[in-house]
RNA sequence: UGACCGAUGGUGUAAUGGUAACACAGGAGAUUUUGGUUCUCUUAUUCAGGGUUCGAAUCCUUGUCGGUCAACCA
């Protein structure tokens, strides 16, 4: 494709308002954003969009992007977080410029509280929660003024100080802007902006006890390091009045709040807040379960960067509310996978069928190439060994087949993989009549590579030998919910896990997986990966997805 | 029913007053030693009414529907 005829990718919303501040010559051509996690809960899908676009786009545009924790509540936070965050940016395949707290500003923060005050701007109001919550109206009736709003700055700068002295219980007190009590905007109706919390913090510890709150302090954050786009999602549209009354009575650097709208997947919750209660009430195994949307859990799941990074860029960014299918992820995953993903054969059923080819020497066995990749032809090949007698799914073998069943039944002909052509002729089964051995006939100028039987079979399977096979545990994961719009769902969002989300089989893997390692391709199964649980006499594979299987779907509609 | 935000195939995202397109999903076929991959073809879209205009998904207006906001959370 020449550089005409290559089509012009269109910009989303926040691209072209880049484009057009670099252009106009804003903050000095500068761009500077910034992705500021609470250090409260790990990372999950929507925090990657939200680091591919803040990243991305200073990327994109010769800009750099600050990872600043938004620690200003000591009571949830913890250090646990900024590290398993750390991680997790690096795992998504970006650096920072520069690691940064809102703590690091609190001194800052503080004589910013006194400038407004100062200014008759703040004072402090010693209601109650309570108190302060009925005063605040609703959204169709405005608020009622504080009893102690019109204190004088010296009072209020006398116990603001007191405040920060200790010389206050938690709850006594805090320090309110002073706005509007009737403003449609409920976020301007006297917001508190400072409070009392005799907490220890794990960055301050405990030189501080009082806080402030979100509105204090991440604008003036973005300020301070001089932001210059500050991307957040649409529930802080609200808030952004605030964001700018605070910079433009502080007068300090102006930087903008941009809002985009977060990301929604089918049969899954994308919220701290859920996906912290299916930890803490045992529902899952922990933040990094492979069923999490949690960047740790996907990770061990399987999912790669790029295939995160990818399904980002194609979920595009707007303004609307979105639901994305979980198969567009599904469909990156294993777009990723097939390019660099080892092939090998595992048979997945605990209950295999043992197949004896009856007229290969008893005792005889023979080392077959095996490509690792068809993708990647330069990733070589391996041996597996052949014999006289195999496993293989019990779901490749019927009985009486339908029409266009390409796999083993009397009198059927199939590829093994690999190997040889094989013909069934004959089933062994017990007295309950389950079937427990095919005998089979191989052709033996049908090998591999060198074929010259002249025939042809419709079907290929996969296999392994009976003698060497190796015992692995597979852990195979469906999704966590059994609804698609969680948003939609009646009750409880926890009415609706699924309880079959995870099943174990023991399976019978080719040796060569005795050394696993990264991402496989269980032949016709899917994708797999070690999991970390695994040790070096207990192999455990997690399905990191299955492959496509237009058979099945073609089973399922009739 | 106060303010704010939004509305384009099944799901997302484009089209920036000039032929509604791309991806996923769906369907049909070809290739294939993975019923995978790859390739070809294909179904399906502007919330509604009114207005401006030679021309409207786009601008104006009214309405409808959806979302957000009343934490000493972020």
């Known amino acids: ?76 936070e913890d250090t646990e977080y900024v590290d398993s965050i750390k991680a997790d940016v690096r795992w998504l395949g970006f650096e920072w410029a ?84 009737a403003s449609p905007n409920m976020h301007f109706r006297d917001p508190v902006i400072y409070r009392i919390k005799h907490a220890h913090h794990h960055r301050t510890g405990d030189q501080w006890c009082i806080y402030p ?33 605070f910079i433009q009575k502080l007068d300090i650097f102006p930087s903008h709040q941009y809002e985009f709208a977060r990301l929604n997947l089918t049969y899954t919750v994308m919220s701290k807040r859920k996906l912290k209660q299916l930890v803490e009430e045992g529902h899952v195994a922990g933040w990094d379960d492979p069923r999490m949307p949690t960047l740790s859990g996907v990770r061990r799941r399987g999912y790669t960067p790029e295939a995160i990074r990818d399904f980002c860029e194609r979920i595009g960014v707007a303004k609307r509310d979105n639901l994305i299918d979980v198969g567009l992820l599904e469909f990156c995953v294993r777009e990723h996978l097939n390019k660099i993903a080892t092939r090998v054969m595992v048979v997945l059923d605990p209950d295999p069928i043992k197949v004896v080819i009856t007229n290969y020497p008893e005792g005889q066995t023979e080392e077959l190439s095996i490509e690792n990749n068809p993708e990647q032809p330069e990733e070589g090949s391996r041996n597996v060994t052949f014999s006289r007698e195999i496993l293989v799914e019990r779901e490749d073998f019927m009985e009486n087949p339908p029409k266009k069943f390409f796999r083993l039944a009397p009198g059927n002909r199939v590829r093994l993989k690999g190997a040889y052509i094989i013909e069934c002729n004959e089933v062994i089964k017990d007295s309950d009549g389950k079937v427990t051995e095919l005998h089979c006939t191989y052709v ?87 999991d970390s649980d695994s040790s070096s006499d207990r192999l455990i594979f997690n399905r990191t997805v299955g492959l496509k299987d237009s058979w099945a779907k073609d089973q399922k509609k009739k």
């Open 213 to 245: 709150m979100y509105d204090f302090a991440h604008g003036q954050s973005d300020s301070i390091e001089q932001i210059t786009h500050s991307i957040c999602t649409l529930e802080f549209i609200p808030h952004r009045p605030l964001y700018d009354w």
């Open 1 to 76: 494709m020449t550089e005409e005829t290559k089509e012009v990718k269109s910009l989303n919303f926040l691209e072209e308002i880049v484009e057009n501040d670099l252009r106009e010559g804003k903050s000095g051509g500068r761009l500077l954003t910034r992705f500021p996690p609470e250090p409260n809960g790990y990372l999950h899908l929507g925090h990657a969009k939200s680091i591919c676009l803040n990243f991305g786009l200073a990327q994109k545009y010769g800009g750099q992007t600050n990872l600043r924790f938004d620690d200003t509540n000591p009571i949830t």
């Open 98 to 181: 520069a690691e940064l707290y809102a703590s690091d500003y609190f001194a800052q923060l503080y004589e910013f509280a006194k400038k407004l005050i100062q200014q008759g701007l703040a004072y402090v109001d010693d209601s109650t929660a309570e108190a302060i919550a009925s005063q605040k109206g609703t959204p169709t009736e405005p608020g009622q003024d504080s009893p102690f709003r019109s204190r004088s700055i010296e009072e209020n700068l006398a116990l603001f100080e007191g405040m920060k002295d200790g010389k206050y219980p938690d709850g006594s007190r805090v320090l309110r802007a002073k706005i509007d009590m």
């Open 444 to 530: 033996p100028e049908s090998k591999s590579g060198s074929d010259t039987s002249g025939l042809k079979v419709q079907g290929t399977i996969h296999w392994v030998n009976a003698a060497t096979a190796l015992p692995v545990e597979v852990r195979l994961y469906d999704r966590l919910f059994q609804v698609e719009d969680l948003n939609e769902a009646e009750g409880d969002f926890k009415d609706h896990l699924n309880p079959n989300s995870l099943e174990i089989v023991h399976a019978f893997a080719e040796p060569s997986l005795k050394e696993a390692s990264g991402t496989y391709q269980f032949l016709r199964k899917g994708y797999f990966c070690l």
